[in-house]
């Protein structure tokens, strides 16, 4: 039997999605999150927690190559580190890591912390790829659906986004763990840039509401990276194929819909 692949976070968006690919490509997988999950054929789930450190040796223990997915809104420099020293106790031969378009250049804390990760692993002494994705078409969804909550709905002049289909970024991901170890890689985005508005009118059009606008300014540094598209793709990026539009009219109920009288 191969060694089993670990996949940090595979219980998580990109995680569930990557997981299958592994098994089609015939590997064993062992998933690693704090909750767990139920055990398929050929797949194990172990629980750790990558911010304590706790369970974590024993989950690297005879695998050689591991995707790390694992993240959340703080903490991914320090459970990143907890992962890369466990990895390199346990001798893993790559180790490959999903960032984040802009972790290099947008001054945020969650990026900052991102990057910091980014540097933990490729000095990790492990052999490692990175891939910076966007922002994932469903987190684009779960933000705008808050933001078409508001009676207002804010939005940020010159903030812009290009939301990637994550089932792409599974499957890149896939590629690049069972390849050989290549550092940085290309950014991987969508196949077209917007503007929050867009996205926003996009949303609210696809289901049929209407909101008040309310331009707002981003502050700080932070606003004026974001202006400045600092997260946004640098030329040589990947680009995905999967537009916003069909991921909408894909995602949303379809009575919704056609309660409109036409598609999305
Ligand atoms: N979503 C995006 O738009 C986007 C874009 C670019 C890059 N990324 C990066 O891609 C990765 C996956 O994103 P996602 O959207 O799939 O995330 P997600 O849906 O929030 O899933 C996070 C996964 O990580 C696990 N996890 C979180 N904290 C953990 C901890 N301390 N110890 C062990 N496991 C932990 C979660 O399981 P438990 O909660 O059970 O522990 C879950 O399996 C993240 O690193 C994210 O930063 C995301």
Do not use: C
């Not at 996949?7 to 997981?19: A, Q, S």
């Not at 996009?202 to 606008?213: E, H, P, S």
Request: hydrophobic share 45%; glycine share 12%; aromatic share 4%.
């Amino acid at each position: 039997m191969n060694a089993p692949i670990l996949v940090t976070g595979g219980t998580g968006t990109l995680g569930r999605l990557v997981v299958p690919l592994l098994r089609d490509a015939g590997h064993p997988v062992r998933v690693l999150s704090r909750r767990g999950g139920r055990p398929a054929d050929g797949v194990e789930h172990v629980t750790a927690d990558l911010l304590t450190g706790a369970g974590v040796d024993p989950a690297v223990r005879g695998v050689g190559t591991v995707l790390h997915l694992a993240g959340g809104p703080k903490g991914d420099d320090v459970a990143t580190r907890h992962l890369v020293d466990a990895a390199r106790r346990a001798d893993v031969r790559h180790l490959a890591f999903i960032s984040v378009v802009g972790a290099d250049r947008v001054p945020l804390a969650w990026l900052r912390s991102k990057r910091d990760a980014e540097r933990a692993v490729a000095g990790s002494g492990v052999p490692w790829t990175t891939l910076r994705a966007a922002q994932f078409h469903d987190l684009t969804l779960t933000m705008v659906e808050k933001m078409a909550k508001l009676p207002v709905v804010p939005v940020p002049g010159g903030l812009r986004l290009q939301p990637v289909d994550a089932r792409e970024v599974a499957v890149r991901m896939v590629e690049l763990a069972l390849g050989a170890p290549a550092g940085l890689v290309p950014e991987l985005a969508g196949p077209r840039v917007y503007g929050l508005d867009e996205l926003v009118t996009g949303y609210l059009t696809a289901v049929g509401r209407r909101r008040l606008r309310l331009p707002v300014r981003l502050p700080g540094r932070a606003g004026r990276a974001y202006r400045n598209g600092d997260n946004l793709t640098r030329p040589g990026a990947t680009l995905g194929v999967r537009t916003w539009e069909a991921f909408l009219a894909e995602r949303l109920p379809q009575p919704a819909v056609e309660a409109r009288g036409g598609a999305a």
